[in-house]
């Protein structure tokens, strides 16, 4: 079975700062890899993915992530935290779910707000 | 505006109403699939369709009730519903097996008096 553990329900960070996002995962094959943000009263939105290829992975705002299989890691960065990215960010894997299809399995999600 | 949209995107409905969500895309992908979203909780998987075909349901109670009509159309039917069934409801939908991510829809929020 393949799951995702986010590090942290709630993590805040200064304006300017780093932010790091912790996200482990266990899987028995390769797998592919999601982050997903969520402002308040709206749906997900797709951050970033890994599938093949390079493993640091850039995304939209800013964003990026290091697939490292030693660790099993997917941990979320961005280098200056922004008002803005105040929001709950979603660590996500897909999995064979039966019958040829796949599922998204997410994790519990980590809050971020960005103190000014 | 993700490409995927839900209506309506608030609901208040008492215990023995009967009541539907609707979602629709129109990016051409293939999967659509229904997430339960509840505080505290992590986001639940309810049902997949798969070219219209429903593939996968996770022991969701009988009182959730989908319906695929074609690629592009997903509902939810509600009957009966509990206060703890309150909560956001998400549409996403997906090319193939996702490995490319899902689009989520802005949600459902979900109110059961």
């Known amino acids: 079975a393949q799951s995702v553990t986010q590090l942290g329900s709630h993590v805040s960070v200064s304006e300017g700062a780093l932010v790091l996002l912790r996200c482990n995962y266990s899987?028995?094959?390769?797998?592919?890899l999601f982050w997903y943000v969520q402002y308040p009263n709206q749906g997900l939105q797709l951050l970033l993915k890994?599938?093949?290829?390079?493993?640091l992975v850039k995304g939209i705002n800013g964003f990026e992530a290091e697939f490292k299989k030693s660790e099993t890691s997917f941990h979320l960065t961005k280098p200056s935290a922004h008002m803005s990215d105040a929001a709950e960010y979603f660590c996500?894997?897909?999995?064979?779910?039966?019958?040829?299809?796949?599922?998204?399995?997410f994790g519990k999600g980590t809050k971020l707000s960005v103190i000014p | 505006e993700t490409g995927v949209t839900q209506t309506p995107r608030h609901l208040v409905m008492g215990m023995t109403n009967k009541k539907s969500l609707k979602c629709e895309q129109h990016?051409?992908?293939?999967?659509m699939y229904w997430y339960k979203q509840s505080a505290k909780k992590p986001l639940e998987l309810m049902f997949v369709?798969?070219?219209?075909?429903?593939?996968e349901n996770n022991s969701v109670p009988s009182r959730f009730s989908p319906e695929c009509p074609n690629s592009s159309h997903l509902f939810l039917h509600l009957h009966t519903l509990q206060p703890e069934d309150s909560a956001l409801y998400l549409c996403?939908?997906?090319?193939?097996?996702?490995?490319?991510?899902?689009?989520f829809g802005s949600g459902t929020r979900l109110t059961v008096v």
């Open positions: 899987s028995s094959v390769p797998p592919y």
């Open positions: 996403a939908s997906s090319r193939g097996q996702g490995a490319g991510g899902y689009t």
């Open positions: 890994y599938t093949t290829g390079a493993t």
């Open positions: 996500a894997v897909i999995r064979p779910s039966g019958a040829g299809s796949y599922q998204l399995t």
């Open positions: 990016l051409g992908h293939n999967a």
């Open positions: 369709y798969s070219l219209e075909e429903r593939v």
